[in-house]
């Protein structure tokens, strides 16, 4: 079952638009960095990313996100916890960031 991994970032105050937009570049490229360790081919189904445009104004200091599609729980768990691409990047961008949340859902699991 795919599993859909949503992360929604905070930047700090002080951070510059060009730091946002390489941020953002960076978190993107791991759709294509990000290969699985058996077939070394990328493995990330889908991702798709923005700045935030909502005119509801519940955004609580959100100002980006991203979706990623993993074709099952293995996957996302390797990317989490193994991925060195991916931990290397959260390493990296750490300082950037003001807060970040995540959810991951399976599409019609509600309980």
Same mark, same amino acid.
């Given at each position: 079952?795919?599993?859909?991994?949503?992360?929604?970032?905070?930047?700090? /105050?002080?951070?510059?638009?060009?730091?946002?937009?390489? *941020?953002?570049?960076?978190?993107?490229? +791991?759709?294509?960095?990000?290969?699985? /360790?058996?077939?070394?081919? /990328?493995?990330?189904?889908?991702?798709?990313?923005?700045?935030?445009?909502?005119?509801?104004?519940?955004?609580?200091?959100?100002?980006?996100?991203?979706?990623? *599609?993993?074709?099952?729980?293995?996957?996302?768990?390797?990317? *989490?916890?193994?991925?060195?691409?991916?931990?290397?990047?959260?390493?990296?961008?750490?300082?950037? +960031?003001?807060?970040?949340? *995540?959810?991951?859902?399976?599409?019609?699991?509600?309980?």
């Amino acid at each position: 079952m795919q599993i859909t991994h949503v992360v929604l970032l905070q930047f700090k /105050p002080d951070v510059s638009a060009e730091d946002k937009l390489k *941020v953002a570049s960076q978190v993107r490229a +791991l759709r294509e960095s990000c290969l699985h /360790p058996e077939t070394k081919m /990328p493995y990330i189904v889908s991702m798709k990313g923005g700045c935030d445009n909502s005119i509801e104004g519940l955004q609580s200091d959100i100002s980006h996100g991203f979706v990623s *599609v993993f074709a099952n729980e293995q996957e996302r768990d390797y990317f *989490v916890t193994e991925d060195q691409v991916h931990l290397g990047l959260v390493q990296s961008v750490k300082g950037y +960031l003001a807060k970040v949340q *995540v959810v991951d859902f399976v599409d019609e699991v509600y309980a």
